[in-house]
């Protein structure tokens, strides 16, 4: 499947880029308020308009040093600071990264010293859509003086009112008219590549890893977390395949991600984890399992992608016979929300048990594109059912008739039921538990569906 578009919302603090971001993506995700740098971490969420999917990114306002007798009155949030580093760093990864930029301007402040560094920096880079989006026109003489903003030379300037949904539809349709002359990305579609992330919290050791798979040094590695700031794709060759890695910056646990660069950095792990198959999580033995990497596997059951825990820095400990037994035992209790990932002990230090790495990955992958005969699901199912009957509501019973394979990569399995608003989360969980108990789908995750069988619209549990 080929990516989505993307758009990302850029300006400077409070002018209402997280009210856009919630109207655009259709539900309130983003945290809005009038003070100025509410929107500490980058939030990515899907909008849909005129039938294109697309991805949009909320960032945190530019902050930028105001000198005294500038148009820019609004206080700065505590810790604000000089903007020279984070309109380069925010504006040009945001340009980088998008498909189509907006930038969001205030309408009832006109134009401000802010606003123009940051299109002084747009300009720059020629080559993607900036559309602007004067926000807060709330009535016609405010939207009549939107057009003031042309003055900036980005693009095409909307008018609009996020928080009352006034002219936002012009600017979706805008949007779109700008994804119709985005070439075709075919690169998804590819799937005789394995294409391997690497994800973990900064300084677990996902570039000295990548070099060791490399067999030499291509990346920068640095003790410093958050070195790594873009995601890369290297493609090698093992046992005659290719195989693409891809190399991610560390994700911080929310609330710790800096403004700028590091924020973009982690959008950018998102969107590596899209273009992969597998994902190596990384963790570092000398920190034990933490919440964020509990916290980074979600993203990577969220991304229904295959996944193979990595414990790194395994040399850095001390270590009995039963060292190795109580991590598993960790790994299980912490991690049970996982599909049975294989799990490796390595040293990127020393290279221990790195030449498992890619057997394990090539061996996850191909589990993905696993296919069941349906007569062995139907038997399955038979006795899952007979085993433990299916639940009631009220006087309803609930009936499965059928269980196919409708997809691969990831596996997809459907099944026909009477009902599907009496199939229950611990039902679903229990017939995945049977499934894998006979075809384990190694570190893979399956999506379970439900239809009527009348053929009414499906209501997918996965």
Do not use: C
Request: net charge negative.
């Amino acid at each position: 499947m080929a990516r989505k578009p993307l758009v990302a919302l850029v300006g400077r603090p409070n002018v209402g880029k997280s009210t856009l971001f919630n109207r655009l993506v259709g539900e309130r995700m983003a945290v809005t308020d009038p003070i100025p740098g509410t929107t500490r971490d980058r939030i990515q969420s899907e909008g849909e308009w005129s039938g294109f999917v697309f991805d949009v990114v909320d960032t945190g306002g530019i902050e930028v040093y105001q000198p005294k007798g500038t148009r820019d009155t609004a206080p700065l949030a505590e810790g604000s600071i000089d903007f020279v580093p984070q309109i380069k760093a925010q504006a040009l990864l945001a340009v980088q990264e998008a498909d189509v930029i907006v930038m969001v301007v205030d309408s009832t402040h006109g134009i401000t010293a802010a606003d123009e560094e940051i299109a002084q920096i747009l300009r720059r880079n020629e080559g993607k859509p900036i559309l602007v989006a004067a926000n807060k026109a709330d009535n016609r003489a405010r939207s009549d003086d939107a057009f003031e903003f042309y003055a900036l030379g980005l693009g095409e300037v909307f008018s609009i009112s996020a928080y009352h949904g006034l002219g936002v539809g012009d600017l979706l349709d805008a949007i779109v008219e700008e994804f119709k002359k985005l070439p075709d990305d075919t690169e998804d579609d590819d799937e005789d590549i394995l294409r391997i992330a690497i994800v973990g919290r900064p300084n677990v050791g996902k570039s000295s890893l990548l070099n060791l798979l490399l067999g030499e040094e291509r990346v920068i590695v640095s003790p410093i977390a958050g070195t790594t700031r873009d995601a890369i794709d290297t493609e090698i060759m093992w046992h005659g395949e290719p195989v693409r890695l891809i190399d991610t910056a560390g994700i911080r646990r929310r609330g710790k991600i800096e403004p700028g660069v590091e924020k973009y950095s982690v959008l950018r792990t998102m969107r590596a984890l899209e273009r992969s198959d597998v994902a190596l999580l990384l963790i570092d033995a000398t920190d034990g399992i933490t919440d964020q990497d509990q916290h980074i596997a979600g993203y990577v059951m969220d991304a229904f992608k295959s996944i193979i825990v990595i414990v790194n820095k395994w040399d850095a400990i001390e270590k009995d016979e039963h060292t190795m037994n109580r991590w598993m035992d960790d790994i299980r209790a912490k991690f049970d929300f996982l599909p049975e990932p294989p799990v490796i002990f390595i040293s990127a230090l020393t290279g221990q048990r790195v030449h498992q790495v890619l057997e394990t990955a090539n061996r996850v992958w191909e589990a993905r594109f696993r296919r069941i005969p349906t007569a062995d699901l139907n038997r399955l199912l038979r006795a899952a059912v007979q085993k433990h009957p299916a639940p009631t509501k009220g006087t309803k019973r609930l009936k499965l008739f059928y269980l196919t394979q409708v997809a691969v990569n990831p596996p997809v399995l459907l099944f026909h039921v009477n009902d599907t608003r009496l199939v229950h989360f611990t039902y679903k969980r229990y017939l995945e538990n049977q499934i894998r108990a006979e075809f384990p789908f190694e570190g893979t995750p399956i999506r379970l569906s439900f239809r009527p069988r009348d053929g009414m619209l499906e209501r997918d549990h996965s």
